[in-house]
């Protein structure tokens, strides 16, 4: 499958821009610029061309430019024009933003036309490096859920719904449990949801951990520690052991009636596929992520991420991924980092990369488009 690049991006009153636009020409960008020149900025504008949050999971109103002593942020909209495969023809306009300040509820549209932010998916997919996932392993399970099921979520853009799924029937429960009156046949129905929606979310959960452990196994030898991967969830091992969805499903409602009384007690849910962690082991070094340095967590995490993209680009019948690599090229050492600029060409996706310093970049001399930015100005570098 040809990738899908962004050929064209349009930024009005977005975080620090009041208005910026970018031709862009299918090679990796890179951005440049000291801090607070923009850069994180322009790569969650992009962030905000798939369904969700952005990739610093903000509020709407929180990304609308504000000047100071506004109350609330503007309007904002981001533009861009997804070319599929180097084909003209193959090319869609898609756009996002809020129409009046404060709005709660942001506009989609697919050529002009207002859609349901699921369609977003259809043309472009992402994965994403940010420094926030710096503390990945030194952080709680949830955090590792979330990137898990953001990996999940690319590959899946239907996982997201059935994860917001589970969630609204659990916290449900959790109020019925809590506040009452706990009504026997609401409480089993609202079981019924989550263990629909939990079933489906640990089968697509396993299935991602299957193929990137496969994609893994087969990328070999790299400059980035090989990481070995478990869910530790049982709902996923269920689902990696062979369990149907059927089985997998009646399993997780029987298992949550007769805990109603202890999930009352503790005030939270105990059992069920919002439980597991993502375990990762640094392979060769035989030693768990959080006992690794900060450099190999980085570079560990940067290999699922290539992984999952390498995995992603091969697939038919859904678009490629647009990888947004956030400050990563200044935690790497110069033989990683040339090690990720040929990785990044081999997987011929469109890749976004920023850092405080051009020098990081020179290893793509000649082979991508350079940006400096500075007071969210855009400048070309013809490199
Ligand atoms: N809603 C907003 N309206 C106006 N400006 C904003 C808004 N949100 C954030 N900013 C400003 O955007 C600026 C640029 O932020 P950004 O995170 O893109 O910088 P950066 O280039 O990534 O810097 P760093 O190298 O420190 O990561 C910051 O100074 C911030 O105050
Ligand atoms: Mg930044």
Redesign the pocket.
Known sequence: MAASVLTRLALTDF??YARAELALDGRPVWLA??????????L?AVSFLIPGRGLRGSGLA??????PGEAA?RAWAVAVTVRVGGDDDGETRLGTGVETAGAVRRVVRVEGEPAPPGRLAEHLRQVWLT?AQDRLFLEGAAERRRFFDRLVFAAEPIHAAHVQAYEKALRERMRLLTDGPADAAWLDALEARMAEAGALMAEARARTLTALTAEIATRGERPFPLARLSLTGEWERLALEGADFADIEARLAKALAPVRERDAAAGRALTGPHRGDLAVVHAEKDRPAAECSTGEQKALVLNLILAQAARLARAEGHPSPILLL??VAAHLDARRRAALFDEIEALSLQAFL?G?DEMLFDGLAGRAQGLR?EG?ELVEIGR
Do not use: I, Y
């Open positions: 975080r620090s610029g000291p801090n607070g020149a923009g850069k994180t900025n322009l969650e929180e990304v609308g430019r504000r000047l942020g420094p956030d400050e920023t405080t930015v969210s």
